[in-house]
């Protein structure tokens, strides 16, 4: 049997020798004696008699192994310009401080602290931080506005705030500060505390905001004045994250990762999926804000005492398309792992490459693809001009960590365009028709994942048992439901089409039309809209706003535009890249009243389609296939 398949049968088979194995690739203050905990099925709990802290597992036991003098992580700023590199004796330090700090401002374990920062080294630093005490850091992507930032923290409730000035984008500068005040006037259960981390080359600071209902400190003033503070040990079970992500509706889902699980998968997955070793060099083009972030920005690469690089810049454009060999060259990057939006750009701008003759990247061993589905095409360039393994994999923020993959480490597999290859260990992937039946080898239907999930999964979504059973277990018992459809070949390669319900994908960013819808609707000119996911060639979806106007309401349909664009971006913010705009006379439905979404996509993106039989009215899609189609 190869490596593979004995590594699969073994971890649906036997998952407690399985995991309790894979376990021991973590240091544990009590090391677990049971793996999987099924007593409250369909939740599961995995580790529960363990208990650790992951900060230790990511720093101080490399330092105490005699590896302190190894680089830790090392930031490349394309934006400032700067960079900077820390050992892991030196981010230990760090952090350890930064947890003094928090503890001085009362935080203790399990508070909740909100991180809304760039991509900068503090980012990292104040994560760590908060798994050294005990705390719950619930980062949020520095692109979303004040609203956005508000609607998370009523959820997470956090004591505590860790912010920067602010972020660098091409062209401008974001302030983060006003949108945090702003965010904390719109929430109800406001921070008591706010830390500023001030970045030179951004306007304002704490100072600046002593009027505030919470109390403003300098990120630097109180490291200065603060002592290291001792990791404290968790259940395995308990919280070391919350990560919000959209769902269907405009409420974000609050994601709750465990430090046990997670650990123990993360370090699998680095060894077994992406092949890295300690002491190998590690890049993940990403940001903190997304799940990718702080699985292989922050925690993967770090547990196994790799070396993380964290780019704060663009693929393209930060000065050009050769940013991303520059760093692997200029780091010895082993492998690379970013999303097709990005390959796509470096693409469009040198599409024959030639940016790449200019660096060595023989350092590089594989190119890691994830966040959207890797498209044959751009494989295929990549392949060619990379001359390495291009390796798709998807997973999703729930997950943590990958459920199909090509298990680089294990056994590496031959690849097939448009497959992340096969699933991982631990993940039992089915797919299912609408009824909930088993279909047949190649036919379409819903992925789902045989319960239990694999250590790492989420755990619950933050304080709402209901909509988690309701979005995930409910539909078909027995299974998690990813959202995503798609097929498995008779070779057992899964194939990922796309998602089956609202959530859209743009340039790997995952977001809600929904709450976009909410944003729309709230025009006093708009009676009601739609707005759905249309293919991108960039980007690989954009989302795209279809209003009916109020009775008797006459606005210039670019003016109409403007001030939707411009609401969306300080609503949501601009990673929603909301530009698009048409003002139809209605909207299809079904005679229940429900928008035919799916059919208007298919519409805009010139796809065959049925008329639905439960339409209301066939004339509203005639005149809307005229209007779009075209
Ligand atoms: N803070 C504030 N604003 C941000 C932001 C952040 N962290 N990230 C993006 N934005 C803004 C951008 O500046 C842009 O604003 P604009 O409308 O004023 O130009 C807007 O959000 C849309 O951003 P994006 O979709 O990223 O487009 P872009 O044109 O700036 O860049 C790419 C295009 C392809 C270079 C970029 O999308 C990319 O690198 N994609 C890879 C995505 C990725 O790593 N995803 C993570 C999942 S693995
Ligand atoms: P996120 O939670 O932001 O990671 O987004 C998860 C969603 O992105 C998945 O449910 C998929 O729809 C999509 N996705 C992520 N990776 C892939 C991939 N490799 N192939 C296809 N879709 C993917």
Redesign the pocket.
């Known amino acids: 049997m190869s490596s593979y398949a004995e590594a699969f049968r073994q971890s649906v088979e036997d998952p407690e020798t399985f995991w309790l194995d894979a376990a021991r690739g973590v240091d544990w203050v009590n090391a677990p004696t049971r793996a999987l905990d099924g007593s409250e099925a369909p939740s599961f709990r995995w580790f529960p008699d363990g208990t650790l802290n992951t900060s230790v597992n990511a720093l101080d036991r490399h330092v105490q192994a005699g590896h302190g003098d190894r680089t830790a992580l090392i930031w490349d700023s394309a934006m400032v310009p700067a960079k900077r590199t820390y050992t892991y004796s030196e981010l230990l330090d760090e952090v350890a401080v930064f947890a003094g700090v928090l503890r001085d401002q009362g935080i203790v374990a399990g508070d909740r602290v909100i991180v809304y920062m ?2 900068i080294p503090e980012a990292a630093i104040a994560m760590l931080a908060c798994a050294r005490i005990g705390a719950v850091h619930s980062v949020v ?3 979303f506005a004040a609203k956005e930032l508000a609607t998370r923290i009523d959820d997470a409730q956090p004591a505590l705030l860790v912010t920067a000035s602010g ?1 660098l ?4 500068t ?1 302030e983060y500060l006003p949108m945090v005040e702003q965010a904390i006037g719109l929430s109800q259960t406001p921070p008591h505390t706010v830390i500023v981390k001030d970045r030179e080359s951004i306007p304002g600071s704490a100072a600046d905001y002593k009027t505030s209902s919470a109390a403003w400190f300098d990120w630097d003033e109180l490291v200065a004045d603060a002592g290291p503070a001792d990791p404290v040990p968790v259940a395995a079970t308990d919280p070391l994250y919350i990560l919000y992500t959209s769902g269907t509706t405009g409420k974000p889902k609050g994601v709750v990762r465990d430090n046990g699980g997670h650990a123990v998968a993360l370090t699998w997955s680095m060894r077994n999926i992406y092949d890295i070793s300690p002491g190998d060099v590690w890049w ?4 903190v ?2 799940v ?2 702080h699985s292989y920005i922050v925690y993967g690469p770090l547990l196994v005492g790799a070396t993380t690089v964290m780019y704060e810049g ?4 930060t000065p050009d398309a050769g940013a991303f060999w520059r760093i692997i060259s200029e780091y010895g990057v082993r492998a690379l ?3 097709p ?2 390959i ?2 470096v693409r469009k701008a040198d599409p024959n490459a030639e940016e790449l003759k200019k660096y060595d990247i023989s350092s590089l061993q594989t190119l890691f693809a ?3 589905r890797l498209d044959p095409d751009t494989y295929e360039w990549a392949t060619a001009v990379l001359d390495r393994p291009v390796v798709d994999h998807w997973w999703q923020t729930e997950t943590g960590w990958a459920i199909a993959a090509n298990l680089r480490g294990l056994e590496p597999m031959p690849l097939k365009a448009g497959s992340p290859t096969v699933p991982v260990p631990g993940y039992r992937v089915e797919i299912v028709d609408g009824e909930g039946k088993r279909v047949e080898a190649g036919t379409e239907g819903n992925i789902v994942i045989a319960l239990p999930l694999p250590p790492g999964t989420l755990t619950g979504l933050w304080r709402d048992e209901d909509r988690y059973r309701r979005s995930y277990l409910d539909t078909f018992p027995g299974y998690y439901l990813t959202g995503d459809s798609g097929y498995i070949d008779e070779d057992g390669y899964v194939f990922v089409l796309g998602r089956s319900d609202d959530v859209i994908n ?4 995952r977001l809600s039309t929904g709450s976009m819808e909410a944003v729309v609707a709230s025009h006093p000119a708009v009676a009601e809209c739609a707005v759905i996911g249309i293919r991108d060639e ?2 690989g979806q954009r989302p795209s706003g279809y209003v009916v106007l109020k009775a008797g309401v006459d606005i210039d349909p670019e003016k109409l535009r403007q001030e939707l664009v411009t609401m969306v ?1 300080e609503q949501i ?5 909301f ?1 698009d705009v048409t003002v139809v006379q209605a909207l299809p439905k079904t005679r229940s009243g429900k928008i035919l979404r799916k059919t208007m996509r298919q519409i805009a993106d010139h796809e065959q389609y049925t008329v639905p039989s439960t339409i209301e009215d066939p004339a509203v899609l005639e005149a809307l296939e005229r209007q779009l189609g075209g």
């Open positions: 760039p991509m992507f520095g692109g972020g984008e091409p062209g401008r974001v993940t083009a990403s940001d804000g997304w990718v972030g663009k693929p393209v454009g792992f970013t999303a939006t990005a796509r750009a994830a966040g959207e743009v340039a790997g960013h960039l980007k971006r913010g601009a990673v929603a890249t530009r």
